[in-house]
């Protein structure tokens, strides 16, 4: 009798090593997704907000409260923490310039938030800037330092956090009026484009143009609504933008286009949900081509995911509405609705995506980062789309 149970003690162990020791295979997602139960993460809280993400020197950062690392490419499969500040533990915002990463860190004792620059290996140099204690947003674009202060001014460093420069080119030299406010940047096509909430520019720091979608002469949304993300395509030279109510812009060419140019989706995300971060992927499809899929996070106030836009490089208008994954071909999306529903990133405020793509030119790994509900990821390798995986 002894032996019997010795043996099924032996069985089981076993066969939890297996399921453990596949949970990064396709075993391990296939046994997820057959019994409804999570596949294994991978480190990182499952209730930490994050919005920033960057890969140098062959590994993927992501601040999460705290700095995390793992080798990029799919060379690691669990994040390791990175040693924070000394005294600046609550890291908010990360990015990247000249391979040099930069952070926003809060002061343990009075929540004041500074900038730091490192490598990446735990050693991090506190910068100046004209508004330490006072930072309320950065992003990092086209190796230029953008912050804003709680008042709503913008400060720019083109020399890696050497000197700061206000830019005092925008209407009364501020982005927005309210200690709320918040901004986004890209660049493409020999231009940087800043979104100020309620009205989006182009040009350069230190001089823009406005650069709203209008329609009939006026700006093409509500008078209260808010401009939130921007994304720029370079492989199709487009630009992308959103609102808070759900509505997708486009436009063409966007370094010489008009404001005119924009189109605008017919509908809105369902119930009028904001949009916020956005992403265009190439999934290879099984007949060599690719599809082109735009994703668009749901945003802190809405908790729905993700929507999708299948083909946006058209002009058509009702071709840029967004919809919720459909059940349809594998090779056309990222993935099937049902098994979308079925895991809990459909339920997710996701704020930003950032995607590491692989060598060999045609498997990536998509990262949702989420508000409050962690860091997902879905695999693409050789044409073959993964479910998510909660990191």
């Not at 793992?70 to 499969?77: Q, S, T, V």
């Not at 009028?272 to 081509?289: C, E, F, H, K």
């Not at 692989?358 to 044409?383: E, R």
Request: a negative charge; one cysteine or more; charged letters at 25%.
């Amino acid at each position: 009798m002894g032996k019997k149970i010795l043996s099924i003690a032996v069985l089981l162990i076993t066969a939890a090593a297996l399921l453990i020791s596949c949970n990064e295979s396709d075993i391990g997602v296939f046994y997820g997704l057959a019994h409804e139960e999570k596949v294994k993460n991978y480190a990182l809280p499952d209730h930490c907000t994050s919005e920033s993400m960057v890969k140098t020197g062959g590994y993927l950062y992501v601040a999460a409260g705290s700095i995390y690392r793992k080798k990029a490419e799919g060379g690691e499969l669990d994040w390791h923490k990175v040693k924070s500040p000394e005294d600046y533990h609550n890291v908010t915002e990360m990015g990247l310039a000249n391979d040099t990463i930069f952070i926003l860190a809060y002061d343990a004792d009075d929540a004041k938030p500074y900038l730091f620059s490192g490598t990446g290996d735990g050693s991090w140099e506190k910068k100046s800037t004209p508004i330490d204690g006072k930072i309320s947003r950065m992003r990092v674009t086209n190796n230029v330092i953008f912050i804003t202060d709680r008042s709503g001014h913008l400060y720019y460093s083109d020399d890696d956090a050497g000197s700061f420069t206000q830019d005092t080119s925008l209407p009364d030299s501020k982005l927005f009026s309210t200690s709320t406010g918040g901004f986004d940047m890209t660049y493409g096509g020999g231009s940087y484009y800043l979104n100020a909430q309620y009205d989006l520019y182009r040009g350069n720091p230190g001089s823009w143009t406005k650069f709203s979608p209008t329609h009939n002469g006026k700006i093409w949304k509500d008078d209260e609504d808010v401009f939130t993300r921007l994304y720029y395509d370079e492989d199709d030279d487009r630009l992308y933008t959103a609102d808070n109510s759900g509505y997708i812009y486009a436009v063409d060419s966007p370094s010489g286009a008009s404001g005119s140019s924009w189109v605008k989706s017919e509908n809105h995300a369902r119930s009028g949900m904001g949009l916020q971060g956005m992403i265009v992927l190439r999934i290879p499809t099984s007949t060599g081509g690719t599809h082109k899929v735009l994703l668009a996070g749901s945003g802190i106030n809405a908790g729905r995911g993700y929507f999708e836009v299948h083909n946006p490089r058209t002009s058509d208008r009702d071709f840029l509405d967004p919809e919720v994954p459909k059940h349809k071909a594998a090779t056309e999306l990222l993935t099937d609705y049902y098994d979308y529903m079925s895991f809990d990133i459909s339920k997710a405020a996701i704020n930003s995506f950032f995607i590491d793509e692989y060598s060999d030119g045609n498997s990536f790994d998509l990262y949702a980062q989420t508000f409050g509900y962690g860091v997902w990821k879905n695999t693409n390798k050789g044409g073959y789309v993964r479910a998510w995986n909660q990191e």
